[in-house]
């Protein structure tokens, strides 16, 4: 890693940023979803006058938070150490939980490795953050310019809203960059899964506010000087099964588990670790590591919160402590579809989705296959600033800028 470090900076010494950026993460947007362009001309528009890569690999877990923080940090999970939408310290006995809870603000969960709006907030440039997830914590001392905090169920008004905003302190020089969140492709994905109506309904939605962002920025005049990059934390893909696991082990003799997914996170009390790790390894549709046996190609298990067991759903499957716990009851509508992500990152419906345009980007370019970590040298290239060292490989994204 370091002589890849060392080359990129010396790419990046040799470089002048326009300085522009404007951000969008759109959760749970899957590679494939936008195969067919011709019914999407908002992002039409913008893959043929930018770049398209032909996917983006996530890191694992395929889960929301770590794919956060791996794109604006661009570490493996187990380095920034976010292991999952939800974690447990044990030392002290505090827990992440995705929401509302007053302890996931705390500092124990964010300061893993330094988040790339920190860094332009320590050199002077202002950051500007619409809905996302925890841009309200400080960190590291830190806070955002501007944070508008996250909020469920986000309009395309609040989308086209801070699309205007944005591109006003953008344009004004109030903001060097600008980051803007959006969950709803994600919700409709989990809530209808990934071939539903439901979910194409939300994609003609907000490829209407991207026909709006082409419009907005050619009326300001800053086609030439802004780049736009956009991207997802993961795919999706259809549940059709379910592990229960109060139906192999006494779920009285777990201290905590956590997360209903395609990853769980499990710790047992110590006098019956062989008798639920043997139990659970019988369970077909899932693998159960140990904390060493977890595969190195996860880069996941040298992190500080990974649980005494972690267990790795197959395709189709998810697992959770007991029926009962589901959010949704999916026996009860035959024909409705449920989707989820989490899995093994290499499968392709964990996919997630990268475009560009701008000043720093070709146009008309299908790019190769990139990873998530790679992203935030991408950011720092438009940015102009020196990356702090990482595990993305500026060779893989190096083809799409000018």
């Given at each position: 890693?370091?002589?890849?470090?060392?080359?990129?900076?010396?790419?990046?010494?040799?470089?002048?940023?326009?300085?522009?950026?404007?951000?969008?993460?759109?959760?749970?947007?899957?590679?494939?979803?936008?195969?067919?362009?011709?019914?999407?001309?908002?992002?039409?528009?913008?893959?043929?006058?930018?770049?398209?890569?032909?996917?983006?690999?996530?890191?694992?877990?395929?889960?929301?938070?770590?794919?956060?923080?791996?794109?604006?940090?661009?570490?493996?999970?187990?380095?920034?150490?976010?292991?999952?939408?939800?974690?447990?310290?044990?030392?002290?006995?505090?827990?992440?939980l995705l929401g509302t809870n007053p302890g996931s603000l705390s500092p124990l969960w964010?300061?893993?490795?330094?988040?790339?709006?920190?860094?332009?907030?320590?050199?002077?440039?202002?950051?500007?953050?619409?809905?996302?997830?925890?841009?309200?914590?400080?960190?590291?001392?830190?806070?955002?310019?501007?944070?508008?905090?996250?909020?469920?169920?986000?309009?395309?008004?609040?989308?086209?809203?801070?699309?205007?905003?944005?591109?006003?302190?953008?344009?004004?020089?109030?903001?060097?960059?600008?980051?803007?969140?959006?969950?709803?492709?994600?919700?409709?994905?989990?809530?209808?899964?990934?071939?539903?109506?439901?979910?194409?309904?939300?994609?003609?939605?907000?490829?209407?506010?991207?026909?709006?962002?082409?419009?907005?920025?050619m009326a300001k005049n800053m086609s030439s000087d802004l780049n736009i990059v956009m991207?997802?934390?993961?795919?999706?893909?259809?549940?059709?099964?379910?592990?229960?696991?109060?139906?192999?082990?006494?779920?009285?003799?777990?201290?905590?588990?956590?997360?209903?997914?395609?990853?769980?996170?499990?710790?047992?009390?110590?006098?019956?670790?062989?008798?639920?790790?043997?139990?659970?390894?019988?369970?077909?549709?899932?693998?159960?590591?140990?904390?060493?046996?977890?595969?190195?190609?996860?880069?996941?298990?040298?992190?500080?919160?990974?649980?005494t067991l972690t267990l790795v759903a197959k395709p189709g499957w998810i697992i959770t402590?007991?029926?009962?716990?589901?959010?949704?009851?999916?026996?009860?509508?035959?024909?409705?579809?449920?989707?989820?992500?989490?899995?093994?990152?290499?499968?392709?419906?964990?996919?997630?989705?990268?475009?560009?345009?701008?000043?720093?980007?070709?146009?008309?370019?299908?790019?190769?296959?990139?990873?998530?970590?790679?992203?935030?040298?991408?950011?720092?290239?438009?940015?102009?600033?020196?990356?702090?060292?990482?595990?993305?490989?500026?060779?893989?994204?190096?083809?799409?800028?000018?």
């Open positions: 890693m370091d002589c890849i470090y060392i080359i990129l900076l010396s790419v990046m010494s040799a470089y002048n940023a326009s300085g522009k950026l404007l951000v969008f993460l759109i959760d749970g947007l899957r590679y494939d979803y936008l195969d067919n362009l011709e019914n999407f001309p908002g992002f039409r528009e913008i893959v043929e006058n930018g770049v398209k890569a032909d996917y983006l690999t996530p890191e694992f877990p395929s889960l929301s938070f770590p794919n956060y923080f791996s794109l604006m940090t661009g570490r493996n999970t187990e380095e920034h150490q976010v292991t999952g939408n939800y974690m447990w310290d044990k030392d002290s006995n505090t827990e992440f964010w300061e893993g490795a330094e988040l790339l709006w920190v860094t332009m907030e320590k050199l002077d440039k202002r950051v500007y953050m619409y809905y996302w997830p925890g841009c309200e914590v400080e960190i590291m001392g830190v806070r955002p310019s501007l944070c508008v905090p996250y909020i469920p169920n986000l309009s395309e008004r609040n989308l086209t809203d801070a699309m205007e905003h944005a591109l006003d302190a953008l344009n004004d020089g109030q903001a060097d960059m600008a980051i803007v969140y959006y969950e709803k492709v994600d919700t409709t994905g989990h809530y209808f899964g990934p071939q539903s109506p439901q979910l194409t309904g939300t994609l003609l939605g907000l490829d209407a506010t991207m026909q709006f962002l082409n419009q907005r920025v991207f997802s934390d993961h795919g999706m893909s259809e549940i059709t099964n379910i592990i229960e696991l109060d139906k192999h082990i006494d779920l009285s003799d777990v201290i905590k588990v956590l997360d209903i997914s395609p990853v769980v996170s499990l710790w047992p009390k110590q006098e019956k670790f062989e008798e639920i790790y043997a139990a659970l390894s019988a369970v077909e549709n899932m693998a159960t590591y140990c904390r060493q046996e977890i595969p190195e190609r996860f880069h996941y298990k040298g992190g500080r919160f990974v649980s402590p007991s029926f009962s716990d589901l959010p949704v009851q999916p026996n009860t509508d035959e024909d409705r579809k449920y989707g989820t992500h989490g899995y093994d990152n290499e499968l392709a419906e964990m996919r997630g989705f990268f475009v560009a345009k701008g000043p720093d980007f070709k146009s008309n370019f299908s790019a190769g296959p990139i990873r998530a970590v790679d992203v935030y040298n991408v950011m720092c290239y438009t940015l102009g600033i020196e990356p702090l060292p990482n595990n993305g490989l500026f060779d893989r994204v190096r083809a799409m800028l000018n």
